[in-house]
C-alpha cells in the first residue's frame, strides 16, 4: 500500500527565508505525488502535483516540489517565505484500487513565518 | 466555476441526533469523496463514489454513518445517532476521473460539534 511521511509536524522560518517542507513516500508503482496547501478554515488547495514528467515541479505561490526516486522523497521548497505562506501543508500518493485512484494524504506539516 | 460547495458550514446538535451534511461537487467531475480531519487522526478518507455508485466505503467508522449520491450534482453524509467524538471538520471533494490520478479539489468544509 502507498503511504506518504511527513517530517516534522511544524516549521518555523523567518519571513525571506527559505521553506523545506520534507515529504517521504512509499510506493510499489511509479508515484503520482501532490502537494496541497490549507490555510485556517479553509478547504485543501492543490499547490503542485508530479506525475511522471519533469522531476523538478513548479507550483503556485513561487513553491517548487523536486522528485527523487532514489530518496523515495517529494520534498517542498520556497526560496524565500512571505508572511502568507503560514499555514499547513500537505503531501500525498496516488493510490490505485481496482482501477480508481485516491489519494493518501501525510499527517501534514504547520508552516509558521515570523516577521 | 463555484468549486465544491458543502453546506451547512458549522453544525453543532447534540448527542443522539441526526445530522447530514451535503455537496454539492464541480460539475463534469464524475468521482466524490468524503473525508473526516481531526488533530488526532489527520485526514481521513470515508467514502468515494464514482459516476454516483458507492466505490469504497472501508472508511466510514461505523454503521452510523451513511453516504448517498442520488444524482451527479449531490451527495449526503449522515450520521445517526451522532456522538461527541464525531466531532471534526468533514471535507468533500472532486475530481475528473477514477482511472487516472487527478487532482481533488476540495471543498471549504463543514465542521461539526457535537455535544
Known amino acids: 500500500a502507498q503511504s506518504v511521511t511527513q517530517l516534522g509536524s511544524h516549521v518555523s522560518v523567518s519571513e525571506g527565508a527559505l521553506v523545506l517542507l520534507r515529504c517521504n513516500y512509499s510506493?510499489?508503482?511509479?508515484?503520482?505525488l501532490f502537494w496541497y496547501v490549507q490555510y485556517p478554515n479553509q478547504g485543501l488547495q492543490l499547490l503542485l502535483k508530479y506525475t511522471s514528467a519533469a522531476t523538478l515541479v513548479k507550483g503556485i505561490n513561487g513553491f517548487e516540489a523536486e522528485f527523487k526516486k532514489s530518496e523515495t522523497s517529494f520534498h517542498l521548497t520556497k526560496p524565500s517565505a512571505h508572511m502568507s505562506d503560514a499555514a499547513e501543508y500537505f503531501c500525498?500518493?496516488?493510490?490505485?484500487?481496482?482501477?480508481?485512484?485516491?489519494?493518501?494524504f501525510g499527517k501534514g506539516t504547520m508552516l509558521l513565518v515570523s516577521p | 466555476d463555484a468549486g465544491v460547495i458543502q453546506s451547512p458550514r458549522h453544525e453543532v446538535t447534540e448527542m443522539g441526533q441526526e445530522v447530514t451534511l451535503r455537496c454539492k461537487p464541480i460539475?463534469?467531475?464524475?468521482?466524490l469523496f468524503w473525508y473526516r480531519q481531526t488533530m488526532m487522526r489527520g485526514l481521513e478518507l470515508l467514502i468515494y463514489f464514482n459516476n454516483n455508485v458507492p466505490i469504497d466505503d472501508s472508511g466510514m467508522p461505523e454503521d452510523r454513518f451513511s453516504a448517498k449520491m442520488p444524482n451527479a450534482s449531490f451527495s449526503t453524509l449522515k450520521i445517526q445517532p451522532s456522538e461527541p467524538r464525531d466531532s471534526a471538520v468533514y471535507f468533500c471533494?472532486?475530481?475528473?476521473?477514477?482511472?487516472?490520478?487527478?487532482?481533488?479539489?476540495f471543498g471549504p468544509g463543514t465542521r461539526l460539534t457535537v455535544t
Open positions: 460539475s463534469g467531475h464524475n468521482s
Open positions: 500525498a500518493v496516488s493510490s490505485m484500487n481496482s482501477g480508481y485512484s485516491t489519494l493518501t
Open positions: 471533494a472532486s475530481s475528473l476521473g477514477a482511472g487516472v490520478p487527478y487532482e481533488q479539489y
Open positions: 510506493s510499489s508503482v511509479p508515484p503520482y
